[in-house]
């Protein structure tokens, strides 16, 4: 039974990334090139959610359904629709036919070749534009930007939908001082387990004797006492280095003079 389970878990691993990838190739893109298609990369872990938002406006009786690289509300090939409140769906945009923008923190995903209006814009096919952003908030937020469909041609529905699958990594804020004292903190706490359990375990010690290397840093007092003592300090006993003397201003006492009558002869 083990050896079943640790076969199947990597086999349902590895199908749930093919599938994943599956999806994101859903998507064709009308002018494939690297950073379109890095940027539909970066979409795979919104792939098999659907999304729903309502209009605009209070009055509007529309919702919207939206999916990465999936057939929204049911439709075969269709990224995003349109519900009413009867039901009825209208498909803004394919998913056949896909661009896709990447900046920093953003990606701007457009479906094109949607059903064409019934008398505005010329008449052209709809399109969806669907704005996803960084956003730092866990949750997903999806909803309805407008409707530009005032002009004679190049519509769109444009959308939001806030993620933080898009947010820039963000680089650690601990300086280089800060993580040497973490290191050396570190190294302590393990000597100091270590050795107190080497102590106890292995030698059998009992008391502060279970202190690593006891011994020595019991003597780091004194030696650090003795040190400043030699160093900072003057002593009495120590001989005096030999220095020049000056020469005395006083004048020197003449040498009493001598007698020598007692030689001369009488």
């Known amino acids: 039974m083990l050896l079943t389970v640790r076969i199947i878990t990597p086999l349902f691993i590895l199908l749930a990334g093919v599938q994943a990838k599956f999806n994101i190739e859903k998507c064709k893109l009308t002018s494939p090139s690297v950073s379109e298609q890095s940027a539909l990369r970066l979409l795979e872990p919104l792939t098999n959610q659907t999304f729903t938002a309502k209009g605009q406006e209070e009055k509007e009786q529309y919702s919207y359904i939206f999916q990465v690289c999936g057939d929204a509300g049911g439709v075969k090939d269709a990224g995003l629709v349109q519900q009413d409140k009867t039901g009825k769906l209208v498909r803004i945009g394919n998913y056949n036919t896909t661009r896709a923008i990447k900046g920093s923190d953003w990606i701007l995903l457009i479906y094109e070749e949607g059903e064409k209006y019934d008398s505005h814009c010329s008449k052209e096919a709809r399109k969806a534009m669907i704005m996803i952003s960084c956003s730092t908030s866990a949750k997903i937020d999806f909803s309805v930007v407008l409707e530009d469909n005032q002009k ?108 020598d009558d007692h030689l001369l002869p009488m």
């Open 152 to 259: 004679n041609e190049d519509c769109y529905y444009l959308f939001e939908l806030d993620t933080n699958l898009l947010c820039p990594a963000t680089p650690s804020k601990l300086s280089g001082g800060s993580i040497f004292l973490i290191v050396v903190f570190s190294c302590l706490a393990v000597y100091l387990t270590g050795g107190f359990l080497y102590q106890r375990l292995v030698v059998g010690a009992k008391g502060v004797e279970q202190f690593p290397n006891y011994a020595f840093w019991s003597q780091i007092g004194n030696l650090s006492a003795d040190g400043c003592d030699f160093v900072c300090r003057s002593r009495g006993n120590r001989e005096q280095p030999p220095t020049y003397r000056g020469v005395a201003t006083e004048p020197l006492g003449e040498e009493p003079e001598e007698r």
